[in-house]
């Protein structure tokens, strides 16, 4: 609640907090009022989805893989998705919901290609391994992406202002776009937390109690393509987001995955409307990108993780 | 302990393979109902490979593993999980699951949508707590536990599951010789209750000493089926480990036991 108060109340633009306020109130001026309820109201939303969407993101990428480390950022799903948005807007496209689909058919195939190399023998048993051959994918699609600017002058800014990652500016179509998948995305992930939770028993501990694993590793794939996809449509490629939500959440809720997922709920966007405040009061009056203080946040937490000695097994 | 229900399990004439390599061909077996049988022999045999293919975790090539008579693949995951409950060998738990927790899970098969926690999974639950005896435990997280309260813990989700069959993967391989006696013990007072359970063992002596039934594989093949007085002998240990030995009867149970066990000369 109040991350949201300072969301509204602060940014850039000459709208002191108190003028803020009166606005909110309902009696400011009406440059006030424009500012908070045109501006800020629609970037505090889509930060606040941008949050929910990674923060569920990871924590399902992170039980699924059982690798704390797992993370849409680090594996390589949002670069995947960042990289489709990329190519499309090279191509030309400008629609908001083309953007969306986009970004989820890229978070899909980035999703997908994470689940596949879990499955080689002995990289999915291996945290780290995983994250860097992540790494390595997400090397790969930024070269790419780099390639795709230097190609086509015009499409290389709207691409740069995508690739940094940031929630200011955008337009509240855009979360209409993508308000259907992060519903869809809600309905499958309260479908199949319970066989989820299970997975966390092993693979024929999950069949012994009825469930079918390939079924959830499917639906789990398509969830956070959901997920990811939305989130980059709305924010660019932000990465450590979906690893320091579901850490925080985690910290509350034990080793149940059902109640991490609930408390990624209010974690999610906390932490990114927080790092988005920080991102207009850090530089003010200029803004630094939300993409660089998620960075800056999550960074120490991922040193953390791995500095701890033992990792949590999950 | 009461069950309302009691089924059976066979195999009738199964291929097990894994890829391209046939692991077991044309394996017919029946699981003895309310006692308790021991699949042994030597490693890479297809023991563990044959329990996997009787809890439905491996499909048969050809052939059928049979549940009450229908075939197991064909019946709803769900309806198999309430009559077959399974402990596999490679379980793992997230750090900091409690014993409780663990057990819970145990009541899945029987929880729904609009069906939550349920007075009857509450007794269920309590129940296979006392039965594995585990009450000390249920709010200890089980990174924390010895091998043989973790693996007391395990049977307790399995118990949980409330099915008239349970089949067990090496469930005291890990153990030493105290925490392996403890999950017999267990193993067998299950069995006394009325379940019908199916175990690979790995060591002979123990499954001479707790089963009831004994089948025993070498090289994907069933040589021997039976009561272990009635099967074990010499020549069958030196088939199956190509060692040799004596039998004595045990002197309190009368089950088979090896003694002066040696390399073949």
């Known amino acids: ?9 602060y940014g850039a633009g000459p709208v002191s907090a108190a003028q803020a306020f009166s606005a909110l109130t309902g009696d400011g001026t009406s440059d006030a009022t424009f500012v908070v309820t045109e501006l800020r109201l629609p970037r505090t939303l889509i930060a606040m989805t941008t949050g929910l969407a990674l923060g569920l993101a990871g924590a399902l990428l992170q039980s699924m893989t059982r690798n704390p480390l797992a993370e849409p950022g680090l594996l390589g799903v949002s670069a995947g998705s960042g990289f489709a948005v990329a190519l499309a807007i090279l191509l030309g496209a400008t629609t908001t919901t083309l953007t969306t689909l986009v970004a989820q058919a890229g978070a899909l195939a980035g999703c997908a290609l994470v689940i596949a190399t879990t499955r080689v023998q002995g990289l999915g048993n291996d945290p780290v391994r995983l994250i860097l051959a992540g790494a390595t ?13 230097l190609m086509d002058q015009r499409a290389a800014d709207e691409i740069r202002f995508w690739i940094t990652g940031s929630v200011a500016g955008k337009p509240l179509a855009i979360l209409k776009a993508t308000l259907p998948s992060i519903v869809l995305a809600l309905t499958l992930i309260v479908l199949v937390a319970r066989p989820l939770a299970a997975m966390a028993l092993g693979e024929k501990a999950a069949l012994g109690l009825g469930h079918h694993p390939g079924r959830i590793r499917f639906l789990i794939t398509i969830t956070v393509a959901l997920l990811v996809g939305s989130a980059t449509a709305l924010a660019g490629p932000l990465i450590f987001v979906g690893l320091v939500v579901p850490f925080i959440a985690r910290a509350f809720s034990g080793p149940d995955i059902r109640k991490t997922l609930w408390l990624c709920v209010p974690v999610g966007p906390a932490v990114v409307l927080g790092a988005d405040v ?37 | 302990m009461s069950h309302t ?14 890829g391209q390599f046939t692991v077991a061909e044309n394996l017919s077996i029946r ?12 490693n890479g045999c297809g023991k563990s490979t044959l329990l996997n293919g009787l809890a439905r975790i491996h499909k048969p090539r050809s052939g059928s593993v049979l549940l009450d008579g229908k075939d197991i693949h064909r019946l709803p995951s769900k309806d ?19 014993v409780a927790d663990l057990v ?58 409330q099915t008239p069959l349970l089949l067990l993967d090496e469930p005291t391989s890990a153990l030493d010789l105290g925490h392996q006696i403890e999950v017999f013990e267990l193993i067998r007072t299950l069995s006394q209750q009325g379940k019908t359970i199916a175990m690979v063992v790995h060591d002979l002596a123990s ?10 594989m070498k090289a994907g093949e069933v040589i021997e089926e039976g009561a272990p007085a009635h099967i074990v002998s010499p020549e069958l240990v030196r088939e199956l480990y190509g060692v040799q030995c004596d039998l004595i009867p045990d002197p309190s149970t009368g089950s088979p036991l090896l003694v002066n066990v040696r390399r073949c000369t």
């Open chain 1, 1 to 9: 609640m109040l991350i949201v108060l300072a969301s509204l109340l």
């Open chain 1, 137 to 149: 994918m997400t090397g790969l699609l930024l070269a790419l992406t780099s390639m795709m600017m």
């Open chain 1, 278 to 314: 920080i991102s207009r009061l850090v530089a003010a009056p200029a803004e630094m990108p939300l993409g660089v203080v998620t960075a800056l946040i999550g960074a120490p937490v991922l040193l953390t993780i791995v500095r701890s000695g033992r990792m949590p097994s999950l």
């Open chain 2, 5 to 18: 229900t009691t089924a059976t399990l066979a195999a009738e004439h199964i291929t097990l393979a894994h």
């Open chain 2, 31 to 42: 699981l003895p109902p309310e006692k308790v049988t021991a699949i042994v022999g030597p």
């Open chain 2, 80 to 98: 198999v999980a309430r009559k077959l409950a399974l402990l596999p060998q490679d379980n793992s738990a997230p750090e900091g699951l409690t």
């Open chain 2, 104 to 161: 819970r899970f145990g009541r899945q098969p029987h929880q729904g949508w609009m069906k939550q926690w349920s007075v009857e999974d509450q007794q269920a639950f309590e129940a296979a707590i006392r039965a594995a005896d585990v009450s000390d435990l249920s709010e200890r997280a089980l990174d924390t536990l010895s091998g043989g309260q973790r693996q007391r813990a395990w049977i307790a989700m399995a118990v949980a599951q």
């Open chain 2, 207 to 216: 499954a001479c000493r707790y089963a009831d039934h004994m089948i025993a």
